[in-house]
């Protein structure tokens, strides 16, 4: 994937601004369980130029959308090395909290509510040592671990510490079952072809919470451009192995990503919410038929998906998707799933 296409380059300035649609159901209250932040960074395949703090998060809540809380995933971001390999990440750990004790400072209305921190799991029992430093440093706000797994031989960015399968690896199946003792959730983002490794990894830790990121991430990019159908039957398999045991959850975001194949940053104008939305329907008709409701959460993945669309215009996308369920169908996807797998408490 070049520069030009990766899903984080640089927001168009042809396109102006980003679009600001009136948000639809402004009341409905939102726990936004996936955003980043980091310090300024050089534009790469993983995320736009610049920095991502307190003030822009809050600018982006700003939109109208009715977002009590968010959640902070790691990033890779202010990583103190001088800690060593072990333990630098707690530098992140770190840096969220201060950013989170930011933003009620400049906005009390929103709340940077919970912190999903990096551990390598293949540290087996080690990890209760390492989140221990994490949770002094969170502030009462680590939620939970994410160790990043995404690996394909054809891939157009791979995202794994190794190349092959990571979750048969059996320290980091002892380190998941650590973290899930120590009451963290695990977060884990893999392509659709790691459907049938995940399921094993699932089967195996049954004790484990796992949230899968970005609906499973079908690829649509490189060795995988124009092959949606074939991918879509592949990666709609693994949902369904995963959808059989209860303790997986699913986030329903990262549609714009164009490692999927979308072409939103491509096109001649801002998405709006009604484009984005009939991109992400078949895959979130299919997510929450298998899944149900009440294990899926809507995500706003920002700032990765800021150059392709405005945060106001995503939920509006979530909202549009949304529209045919229950009350309590749709508060679920919107909250109370968020609320309950990172313990949030909020009422």
Known sequence: MTASD????QWREDWGVPVREAALDPERRIVDPHHHFWTWRAASAMAPAG???AGDLRDDLRGGHNVVATVAIECGAA???ELGPDLASVGETAFFAKEARRLAEIDPSFRAAGIVAHVDLRSGEDVRRRLAAHREAGGGLLRGVRQMAGYDPDAPINISPVKGDLYADPGFRAGARAAAAEGMVVDVWHYHSQGEAFAALVRACPEVTFVVDHYGTPLGAGAYANREQEIFGVWAQGI??????????FKLGGFALSMTG????????????EQVAAR????FDHVLNAAGPGRCMFESNFPIEKPCVSYTVLWNAFKRLSSGLSEGEADDLFFKVANDAYRLELT
Request: glycine letters at 0%; proline letters at 11%; a neutral charge.
């Open 262 to 273: 979308a072409d939103f940053q491509l096109r001649a104008e801002q998405p709006t919410s």
């Open 240 to 249: 369904d192995l995963l959808a059989a045991h209860p303790n997986v959850l």
């Open 79 to 81: 990583y103190r090395h």
């Open 280 to 283: 992400a329907k078949p895959y």
């Open 51 to 53: 920095a991502y703090l």
């Open 6 to 9: 990766s899903p984080q380059a």
